[in-house]
């Protein structure tokens, strides 16, 4: 992949992803998948196919952080809060963040933005290919891992 010398490539990927962004159809997805709170917080499987359809609208899921689904049952079953803070959800729960954990960040990890405009097609393919990895193969190995674990979906800023 190409790294052109000119300082504000990533500033100018990042404006092409919120112009994508800013179409309605994006609200559409996010809307549909319940995706409700500010923060975008899903369940993984939700997570997946959200990012899967944010993808065929060429939008890029470039983070993701944790939190914990805080209902009577899981506290139960899973030792609920694993966080602090966070929103009423109206499934008699709320959202509870955790902050302690690390999210998943895909520029942190190697996806490189600053690319040439005829390669933003596939960094967009690859990164959310790699989200979609992460919260199926690897985050139910890791070792915070609970059921009650939401993801929060997050775009390049």
Same mark, same amino acid.
């Given at each position: ?19 994508? &962004?800013?179409?309605? /159809? ?7 998948? #319940? =995706? /409700? ?17 944010? =993808? =065929? &609208? #060429? ?9 914990c689904n805080c209902t009577g049952e899981n506290a139960? &079953? +899973? #030792? ?6 966070? +929103?009423n959800h109206g499934r008699g729960g709320y959202y ?6 690390? @999210? ?22 690859? @990164? ?5 990895? +992460? ?5 139910? @190995? /890791? ?15």
């Open positions: 992949m190409s790294q052109p010398d000119d300082a504000n490539t990533r500033a100018k990927f990042i404006a092409y992803h919120q112009a994508r &962004l800013s179409r309605q /159809e994006a609200a559409k997805v996010l809307e549909r998948f #319940g =995706a /409700e709170t500010p923060d975008r917080i899903l369940d993984r499987e939700s997570a997946v196919l959200c990012i899967q359809e944010l =993808a =065929a &609208l #060429g939008l890029l899921i470039s983070a993701c952080n944790f939190w139960r &079953l +899973y #030792g609920c809060p694993h966080g602090g803070g966070g +929103y509870s963040e955790c902050y302690h954990l690390d @999210g998943y960040d895909l520029e942190d990890r190697g996806l490189n933005f600053r690319v040439d405009p005829s390669e933003y097609a596939g960094v967009i393919g690859r @990164g959310n290919a790699q989200m979609i990895h +992460y919260l199926t193969r690897q985050l139910p @190995g /890791e070792p915070f891992f609970s059921p009650c674990l939401h993801v929060a979906l997050e775009f390049p800023v």
